[in-house]
């Protein structure tokens, strides 16, 4: 794989996906936002795993893939296959939407799985006035708006965990939150012939697209306190996205893969995980 687009960003049909293992495994399944495996049968998410799914096209709200006029507020998404216009900014919608279906989970409903995978923060940088003006004009942030687009992902974050405590989920809940790749806008990278970088980037080299660590290291936090995965363990460990699903599947006691999947890739990280783990 050498991009994410030019046809290259089309998930095989016997692909092991996360949403195939665990709804095989009888775990009620969706997802929320940017899926970017393909947009056509048989590559949608709803072919792939997911028994509901919430989601735009293309790799971020607005190309070419989406629906024509999406603009981040006020947009038309796929549901389960179909069209529905939406009120509200695209990163509420994903929330809001996933946390419907996890309070329809609760009770006798079964595990669940949700994958909420927001395009936000992404290009174009839009979100509301009340988010992005605390950083205008801060000499020291080089993108206000994308700023303000982190800060209103945070908020969702805290109305999920709010909920999850609400409806008493949060200790025998595996949250998990992680980002794809590094900063593509909160970091101006000094010039040559001189000029200040701005921004923040834990002192790593480049942004995103780049091969060096700042385009790739990303954060990874688990919350599980009933599994006994609480605060205050940093891991140093180099670990990837493909240990994510193996991991899971340990973490929920399923063993096996999809039948007439391909191998899966990665290594479960709950022997580094463990309080216990030396290494």
Not at 75 to 94: A, H, L, P
Not at 228 to 245: S, Y
Request: net charge negative; with cysteine.
């Amino acid at each position: 794989v050498w991009h994410t687009i030019m046809g290259r960003s089309i998930l095989r049909r016997d692909e092991a996906t996360i949403g195939r293992v665990f709804a095989d495994a009888g775990y009620s399944t969706a997802m929320f936002g940017k899926w970017h495996l393909g947009d056509n049968f048989p590559s949608r998410p709803e072919d792939m795993g997911f028994q509901h799914v919430v989601r735009h096209g293309g790799g971020g709200v607005g190309q070419l893939p989406d629906v024509w006029g999406n603009d981040y507020f006020d947009d038309t998404y796929w549901v389960n296959g179909e069209r529905k216009k939406f009120e509200g900014y695209c990163t509420d919608i994903w929330f809001s939407e996933a946390l419907d279906f996890i309070g329809a989970q609760r009770g006798e409903a079964g595990p669940f799985l949700a994958y909420v995978s927001t395009n936000a923060p992404h290009g174009p940088y839009r979100v509301a006035d009340k988010y992005e003006k605390p950083y205008a004009g801060n000499v020291e942030v080089p993108n206000a708006a994308f700023y303000g687009m982190i800060t209103n992902l945070d908020e969702n974050v805290g109305r999920m965990l709010g909920k999850l405590d609400e409806w008493g989920l949060d200790e025998n809940s595996i949250l998990i939150f992680m980002t794809d790749n590094g900063t593509a806008a909160g970091y101006s990278v000094p010039q040559r012939g001189g000029g200040t970088a701005r921004g923040f980037n834990a002192g790593m080299r480049g942004t995103k697209g780049s091969e060096y660590e700042g385009g790739h290291r990303v954060p990874f936090f688990v919350r599980w306190p009933a599994g006994g995965v609480t605060a205050g363990r940093d891991i140093p460990t180099l670990t990837a996205h493909i240990d994510v699903l193996p991991t899971l599947m340990e973490y929920c006691g399923i063993k096996s893969r999809p039948e007439g999947a391909p191998l899966m890739h990665g290594r479960s990280l709950v022997p580094l995980i463990s309080a216990d783990a030396q290494s």
